[in-house]
């Protein structure tokens, strides 16, 4: 008596369209996704150019920096291309060939 008022069947949420099922969906065309590439293409020369414009560097300092840059990555990767063992290899050997000036010398009281 208490369950005469029950919906029966499937559920029906509000602002479903009804006519797309749940498994329906629009497919993306390959059109749409080459559109969405050049928009962002085309927004990241937009940037570009934007970025030139508010550049206030010269000529030189720009190439100062392309050179920094760029010698900071060869660093990055000489220090990346040895391993911890070879690094301390090398380091043993460079100590091996100073001279024994800074080592500190014996003392003994009874000699």
Known sequence: ADYEAVQRGPLRLKGSGGALGAGKRKKKKAKDKAQILEQIVSSKKQEEEKKRGLDKRTP??????????????????????????????????????????????????TK
């Open 60 to 109: 030189a300092q720009v190439a100062y920096e392309k050179m920094q840059e760029k010698r900071q990555m060869e660093r990055i990767l000489k220090k990346a291309s040895k391993t911890h063992k070879q690094r301390v290899e090398d380091f043993n050997r460079h100590l091996d060939t100073l001279t024994e000036h800074y080592d500190i010398p014996k003392v003994s009281w």
